[in-house]
Every structure is written in structure tokens, then in C-alpha cells.
T-cell receptor, first 116, second 114 residues
Framework: GAVVSQHPSRVICKSGTSVKIECRSLDFQATTMFWYRQFPKKSLMLMATSNEGSKATYEQGVEKDKFLINHASLTLSTLTVTSAHPEDSSFYIC????????????FGPGTRLTVL | GNSVTQMEGPVTLSEEAFLTINCTYTATGYPSLFWYVQYPGEGLQLLLKATKADDKGSNKGFEATYRKETTSFHLEKGSVQVSDSAVYFCALSGNYNQGGKLIFGQGTELSVKP
């Protein structure tokens, strides 16, 4: 158990367009999901915490109007990168916190975003 | 604030060598400690965890012991394989009222040669 999926796994888009990334917990309910960004050969940078039915909490320095997060249900959170620019190119990873194991995050496989 | 420090990589070993990746932390309260592994082009997989002092987490031949006196959670494996080549992240999680956030170390790249 504790499988998290992300879709798409890779996306290439033109500068100025918006891209939506989905994160799903497949076999458990996730009261909280997290979105991370990872640069090459670097650690994960937490972007925001997403709680079902409420507004996301963004980390300092992350533009909430650029990175829109919606946690519509206990198994789905989406990250939309609006008006994407080449500097937004990165590896985006989500994770989900199981409701019954509150200190263990399970990670998705990541989405590679390339903005041309 | 809470932080995690890992030994710098890359670490290159021959197959069947002994592995140690050091991890130390600073934290208030009683954090849970984790090791995650990331294979090339993939997300993170939970490798093992420990939730209180003196707990030993183990999985797939890897183990780590939660040492409160030295604030450490070093990862060890007695005999590494080529398939263990990956990036390893040490992390801590504060109390649940801190929202379950993970604080990651910078990651240690392991390369195992046949």
C-alpha cells in the first residue's frame, strides 16, 4: 500500500502557457499533500503544503499566483504552473501524508517540466 | 530551527563493500527520522524510518539507529550492490502540529562499481 502517482511524468510546453500536474494517492486517503521542486543534483525544496478542502500554505519565496495548488479531494492534488517560463523548468515531486500514519510521507515518481 | 546535515558525495564503492552515509540533525522536541532513496529520474522511496531514540530502522539490508545522544542517524549496509547506486536523503519530521513537514539533508550520491 501507500502508492502515489503523478501525471504527466514529462511535459514540454512553450513559454507563456500553463501546465497542470496531478498527484494522486491510489490506495489511501491523504489529508495532506506536499509539493516539492528539485533542481539537478540538489535536494528537494518544499514549495507548499496542500490540505484537502482548504487553501494551500506556501513556503517563503514561492509565488502562490504562479504555482496554483488545488486539493480537491482526499486522493487528488493538482499543481498548475501558470504562464510558465524557462526558469520554471524543473523536476516537480509531490508527496502524500497518510491519515493513519501521520509522520510518513509517500512520494510520487515526479514530473519533469521543460519550458521552451 | 530544525536541520539535517549529510556527508557530501559522491561516494564510490566497489560491489560488496561496506557502506556508511553519515547524517546528523538538529531539532527541537522528538522528531521522527527517515532515509529516502532516489533512483535516477524517479521520485523518492521510503527506505527506512525510526520514530524514537534507540529505534533501529532496517530494510533491504540497510539499517540506521536513532541516536539522540549524538543526534545522528547514520545509514549502513554491510555489502552494497550495483543496484544500490542512487541518491540517499536523510530527513526528519517534526511534531504533527508542525504539519508533517520533512526537512531534508542535501542528499548523498552513491555509485557502486562492479
Amino acid at each position: 500500500g501507500a502508492v502515489v502517482s503523478q501525471h504527466p511524468s514529462r511535459v514540454i510546453c512553450k513559454s507563456g502557457t500553463s501546465v497542470k500536474i496531478e498527484c494522486r494517492s491510489l490506495d489511501f486517503q491523504a489529508t495532506t499533500m506536499f509539493w516539492y521542486r528539485q533542481f539537478p543534483k540538489k535536494s528537494l525544496m518544499l514549495m507548499a503544503t496542500s490540505n484537502e478542502g482548504s487553501k494551500a500554505t506556501y513556503e517563503q519565496g514561492v509565488e502562490k499566483d504562479k504555482f496554483l495548488i488545488n486539493h480537491a479531494s482526499l486522493t487528488l492534488s493538482t499543481l498548475t504552473v501558470t504562464s510558465a517560463h524557462p526558469e520554471d523548468s524543473s523536476f516537480y515531486i509531490c508527496s502524500a501524508l497518510r491519515g493513519d500514519l501521520t509522520d510518513t510521507q509517500y512520494f510520487g515518481p515526479g514530473t519533469r517540466l521543460t519550458v521552451l | 530551527g530544525n536541520s539535517v546535515t549529510q556527508m557530501e558525495g559522491p561516494v564510490t564503492l566497489s560491489e560488496e563493500a561496506f557502506l556508511t552515509i553519515n547524517c546528523t540533525y538538529t531539532a527541537t522536541g522528538y522528531p521522527s527520522l527517515f532515509w529516502y532513496v532516489q533512483y535516477p529520474g524517479e521520485g523518492l522511496q521510503l527506505l527506512l524510518k525510526a520514530t524514537k531514540a534507540d529505534d533501529k530502522g532496517s530494510n533491504k539490508g540497510f539499517e540506521a539507529t536513532y541516536r539522540k545522544e549524538t543526534t545522528s542517524f547514520h545509514l549502513e549496509k554491510g555489502s552494497v550492490q550495483v543496484s544500490d547506486s542512487a541518491v540517499y536523503f536523510c530527513a526528519l519530521s517534526g511534531n504533527y502540529n508542525q504539519g508533517g513537514k520533512l526537512i531534508f539533508g542535501q542528499g548523498t550520491e552513491l555509485s557502486v562499481k562492479p
